[in-house]
């Protein structure tokens, strides 16, 4: 059981190249969802998915696009990376609250360092 | 919008000094989630609250959620160099399903030994 999977590490682009960053899970969860994490800045939501199919933006969605194909994979994309992207990358899931209304806890990734000159 | 803040957003302390770090939502909170995040990692759950007024302990770790579910802390006793990290609350965002968080800025730790 890996749970939350990303890849890369650590990646440099310059302005202007696209990428895509990948991110599995293997507990089945319904929701996954895409943070960048900016010194003093916290966690931001850039996109979400609450199943194959669907996707929706979150508090930062500009210059991101996100596609939820499979249960278990939910890359995300840059199209035209900007200096302003530079930042550290989560890729969360967790299970969709059932009979309850509450948030069940959200497992994080390893993160993607990415920087952009 | 609804706004997640913490105090402080940083914290120095001397090995075995207590450490106490605030979470105030502008709305009311239905449950709060606190995380770790070791420097270099990335976060990971510690603990959940949901009722009023609640207090939980693991080990020197004892976290509470207000009476009116609009604040949480947590509290740590006799801190360690092993306790050295960014703490964050999460609470669920208003008018989304039991799935999103808003997070606080968080509150980074430094213990000097």
């Known amino acids: 059981n890996a749970g939350v999977t990303q890849t890369p590490k650590f990646q440099v682009l310059k302005t202007g190249q696209s990428m895509t960053l990948q991110c599995a899970q293997d507990m089945n969860h319904e929701y996954m969802s895409w943070y960048r994490q900016d010194p003093g800045m916290g966690l931001r939501l850039i996109h979400y998915s609450v199943g194959a199919g669907i996707t929706d933006q979150g508090e930062v969605p500009n210059g991101y696009n996100v596609s939820r194909s499979t249960t278990e994979d939910f890359p995300l994309r840059l199209l035209s990376a900007a200096p302003s992207q530079t930042s550290v990358y989560f890729c969360a899931s967790s299970y969709v609250g059932g009979r309850t209304s509450y948030n069940s806890p959200l497992h994080f990734g390893n993160g993607t360092r990415l920087t952009v000159t | 919008g609804q706004q997640v803040m913490q105090i402080p957003q940083y914290q120095h302390v001397q090995e075995g000094e207590d450490f ?94």
């Open chain 2, 20 to 113: 106490t770090t605030y979470c105030n939502s502008s709305t009311t909170l239905s449950n709060i989630q606190w995380y770790k995040q070791r420097p270099g990692g990335h976060p990971v759950f510690l603990i959940q609250l949901v009722k009023s007024g609640e207090v939980k302990k693991q080990k020197r770790l004892t976290f509470q959620f207000g009476e009116a579910k609009k604040n949480s802390s947590l509290h740590i006793t006799a801190t360690q160099t092993t306790d050295v990290g960014t703490y964050f609350c999460a609470g669920p965002k208003s008018g989304a399903g039991s799935y999103q968080l808003t997070f606080g800025k968080g509150t980074k730790l430094s213990v000097i030994p």
